[in-house]
């Protein structure tokens, strides 16, 4: 068991070598001597929550859930009783769909404060204003910002800090804050600092990797001699021996052997080390942290409960994750950006009929049950489609044999007065074509 504790701890200071751990390294070479380690250590490892993407699940992860949230437009709508009405052209909507700033599309300013949430849980921008009309929204990195509570009301105040150092300060009403879950209401808690020790052992797997890969994907020998060697010889020896072999491009290269040395081989496979199924835990702890699907980063390996269909899939992937990412959204919005007196009547919202676009068929089996029972007019439904409308398109269809509950005829559809008037001319038409039949047959008669 020993050896074997101390094969771990080698191959776990070979690949701990790197530029940014070695103290790391140190650790695990003190305790290959005995020394006493702290377990505490294990989560001071040296990395932030931007080199954590150097790790591909949490890069696939962000680029995941920041992507699919950019992507949506979003809508801005007034109230009106039991009615809603879009509000094209509000200041709102165009920000967050246009241009937010002078250097940025829509797409990548949502994208970068929603990658910021996801890493560092929290995101800011600050708002300019012309007039008392916000004109633009100024992304700022987390890393430049400060934040405290007022001690007369407890409201956030924000210190931002410009790339040349100076700061300025900020009352909650003059940013967009994005938070993730927060426990003191104020700022949101980072999911790398949270399951930073989870993530530290991504980043060592990692290292092991490319370290094993790079020496040839060979465990390590040892070579026997029954000769006593100097230092000098020694060194001499190791260094001849990683000149030959060392790097994946010298791998199985032939070996001669003199001087009566022979080689032992000291270390185990990955497959003995299951070191491949360490990693596909990882990822799978790492979709974990962050709410995403294995399988909607490349973890095929197991299956998913939320059905084989591509649609129920997305359907799962909005309801049960991304949703929690627009209503942060939403409510950001409704908190910062739009006027607090029309909070009651104008509202955002993302619109999702993106993400659930069924195959082709499925979604003309679904246009022509809507448009049979009067849902949705022909032109309605080609609108979903991109197609152009056509004349006579706007009228909805109803089954002749559908009545209301207690009435012997149909129930009626109350018209709009075009289509009433349109009817009327067809009407008009048809009997005027009738009755110039019927002369021109009692003309025939009479001859």
Same mark, same amino acid.
Not at 88 to 113: C, D, I, K, Y
Not at 159 to 166: N, T, Y
Not at 305 to 333: P, R, Y
Not at 409 to 427: D, G, H, K, L, N
């Given at each position: ?35 006493a ?26 680029r ?10 979003? =809508? /801005? ?12 052209? =509000? ?15 829509? =797409? ?10 996801? &890493?560092?849980?929290?995101?800011v921008?600050?708002? #300019?204003?012309?007039?008392?009309? +916000? ?51 104020? /700022? ?33 020998v ?10 000098? #010889? ?11 072999h ?27 080390? #299951? ?8 990822? $799978? ?11 909607? +980063? ?5 299956q ?16 049960? =994750? &991304?949703?929690?990412? +627009? ?23 993302h ?35 991109? !197609? ?16 209301v509950?207690?009435?012997? $005829? ?5 018209? $709009? ?18 009755? !110039?039949?019927?002369v ?8």
């Open positions: 068991m020993g050896n074997f504790l101390t094969h771990r701890v080698r191959l776990a200071w070979r690949a701990l070598t790197g530029p940014w751990n070695q103290e790391t390294a140190g650790w695990a070479s003190a305790w290959m001597r005995g020394e380690v702290p377990n505490r250590r294990a989560l001071e490892l040296p990395y932030s929550s931007a080199s954590s993407m150097q790790v591909s699940a949490i890069s696939a992860c962000v995941l859930i920041s992507g699919n949230v950019a992507k949506l437009p979003i =809508h /801005v709508y007034r109230l009106t009783g039991d009615s809603r009405r879009r509000e094209r052209g =509000h200041n709102v909507e165009t920000l967050l769909n246009g241009r937010p700033n002078s250097w940025q599309s829509a =797409h990548e300013f949502r994208r970068q404060m929603t990658a910021q949430v996801a &890493l560092y849980g929290n995101a921008a600050l708002k #300019q204003y012309v007039g008392s009309r +916000i004109d633009a929204l100024i992304p700022w990195s987390w890393d430049r910002v400060s934040v405290r509570q007022a001690e007369a009301d407890q409201s956030p105040v924000y210190e931002l800090r410009d790339p040349s150092g100076v700061s300025r300060t900020y009352p909650a009403s003059s940013v967009l804050h994005l938070r993730d879950l927060t426990l003191d209401g104020v /700022v949101g808690m980072s999911r790398i600092e949270q399951a930073r020790q989870g993530i530290a052992l991504a980043m060592s797997a990692e290292t092991y990797a490319t370290s094993f890969f790079m020496n040839g994907a060979e465990p390590g040892a070579l026997e001699t029954e000769r006593t060697l100097t230092d000098a #010889q020694r060194n001499s020896l190791i260094e001849s021996w990683k000149q030959a060392q790097g994946a491009g010298r791998a199985h290269t032939p070996t001669v052997l003199e001087g009566g040395l022979k080689i032992k081989p000291t270390g185990a496979t990955n497959k003995d080390s #299951q070191f491949l199924e360490l990693r596909s835990f990882q990822v $799978e702890d790492i979709a974990r942290i962050f709410g995403v699907p294995p399988h909607l +980063i490349g973890l095929t390996e197991k998913t409960s939320w059905g084989s269909g591509v649609e129920q899939m997305a359907i799962g992937f909005l309801q049960f =994750h &991304l949703l929690d990412w +627009i209503v942060m959204w939403e409510s950001a919005i409704a908190r910062d950006l739009l006027d607090p007196a029309t909070e009651s009547e104008v509202f955002a919202e619109l999702v009929d993106g993400l659930l676009r069924a195959d082709f068929k499925t979604r003309m089996d679904a246009y022509a049950l809507a448009i049979q029972n009067g849902i949705l007019s022909r032109n309605e439904a080609r609108q979903k489609e991109n !197609l152009r409308p056509y004349q006579g398109g706007d009228e909805y269809l109803y089954p002749s044999n559908m009545t509950s207690g009435a012997d $005829e149909p129930a009626e559809v109350e018209e $709009e007065p075009e289509s009433r008037t349109r009817r009327a001319r067809i009407a008009l038409r048809k009997s005027t074509r009738a009755a !110039l039949r019927m021109s047959e009692r003309s025939a008669t009479h001859e």
